[in-house]
């Protein structure tokens, strides 16, 4: 299940200053067809520690390329290592595309509006370089950004938008005040998105929403969204991967599980296991202690890598940046972020997850 296969770097670009393109040729005939928005899994070996980091797809589902767009964020030792010391010929290892962040049926989105800011772009440029090979596909970008020289793939977006004339449209929000028109100017936010709804996009022509991007933007978007009559079912988010702390957090409420732990059993790839979950530790982390090879990237709630369906007992998740209200529903949860809250025992499996 969380099996990592090797793939050779064939190609490194950089598209800002701080930002790369990587593309990738999958080793041993292995299977990494993917789904526009999907993104992958990274393990690598820093100092005898082992990262793990997730980072989105940006070419199209049928472009018949493997590309993955990393942006150097602060700090980032995973991301500083590819944008300063990665080399064509390097092999990295990656787990298979993973992620829920498109449409399952393209026929239904013949009008796109996608929303990006930073290095949120990276999958919504999938999306998008995948949906406009439909000739009846409509698309405008918006696509919130400091200044031009940190706009992430601005020529792959200018030839997206060359060769698909009429039917592609961008709009680039900038913040430090070079943009001439008014409402091209600041940051995406609620005011913003009401100018630009009242002006510029008619809300109701639109079939599907993509937005990727800070919490807190997203969030706004996708209010404004609904506050403007776009039903909530058409629009689909995903946080943007700078966000991953990559540690979990402790609990901030009192978890009611005993002090001895509860009984643990999962199921992942076909195999089945029961151990001792102890007090304050994670579905996830009770597997990893246990030596189970269970599926993880962030550890922060936000790629989605954990996904495992709950079948028996209580369990509290403490944040979920990834899966949709229906996937909950239906029992899924991250297991880097759910504790027990039962002294019952709990069940989880992680073949059931459908990534
Ligand atoms: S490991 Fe990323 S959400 Fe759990």
Redesign the pocket.
């Known amino acids: 299940m969380a099996q990592f296969h090797p793939l050779t770097v064939t190609d490194i670009q950089k598209t800002t200053r701080d930002a790369v393109v990587v593309t990738l040729r999958p080793e041993n005939g292995a299977d990494f067809t993917f789904t526009q928005g999907q993104y992958l899994?990274f393990k690598r070996d820093f100092g005898g520690e082992e990262l793990?980091r997730?980072y989105s797809v940006c070419s199209g589902a049928n472009d018949g390329t493997l590309q993955v767009g990393v942006k150097r964020v602060s700090g980032g030792v995973f991301s500083t290592w590819a944008n300063t010391e990665l080399d064509v010929g390097d092999t990295l290892d990656a787990m298979m595309p993973m992620g829920g962040f498109f449409a399952a049926d393209t026929a239904q989105t013949p009008n796109i509006l996608a929303f990006a800011a930073g290095s949120g772009i990276t999958p919504i440029l999938s999306i998008l370089r995948t949906a406009m090979d439909d000739p009846t596909v409509r698309a405008t970008l918006i696509y919130s950004n400091r200044n031009p020289n940190t706009v992430m793939f601005r020529e792959e977006l200018e030839d997206l938008k060359n060769q698909h004339m009429g039917r592609l449209n961008i709009v680039h929000l900038l913040s430090d005040g070079s943009q001439e028109i008014d409402l091209f100017r600041g940051r995406i936010d609620a005011a913003k998105c009401d100018a630009l709804f009242e002006n510029w996009i008619d809300i109701k022509s639109v079939t599907t929403s993509y937005i990727c991007g800070p919490e807190q933007m997203m969030q706004t978007v996708a209010q404004t969204l609904e506050g403007h009559g776009l039903p909530k079912d058409r629009i689909r988010f995903e946080l943007f991967a700078s966000a991953?702390m990559g540690r979990?957090k402790l609990p901030a409420i009192d978890m009611s599980a005993p002090e001895d732990g509860v009984e643990g059993q999962l199921t992942v790839g076909g195999e089945t296991w029961s151990f001792v979950i102890p007090q304050n530790t994670s579905l996830?982390d009770a597997a990893l202690e246990n030596n189970m090879d269970a599926?993880?990237?962030?550890?922060?709630?936000?790629?989605?890598?954990?996904?495992a369906k709950v079948l028996e007992g209580d369990v509290e998740m403490i944040?979920?940046?990834?899966l949709e209200d229906y996937e909950v529903d239906a029992g899924y949860v991250?297991?880097?972020?759910c504790f027990p809250v039962t002294s019952q025992r709990v069940v989880w499996d992680y073949d059931q997850s459908e990534h």
């Open positions: 899994t793990r997730s991953q979990a996830l599926p993880y990237a962030c550890k922060a709630g936000v790629c989605s890598t954990c996904k944040a979920n940046h990834a991250l297991t880097c972020q």
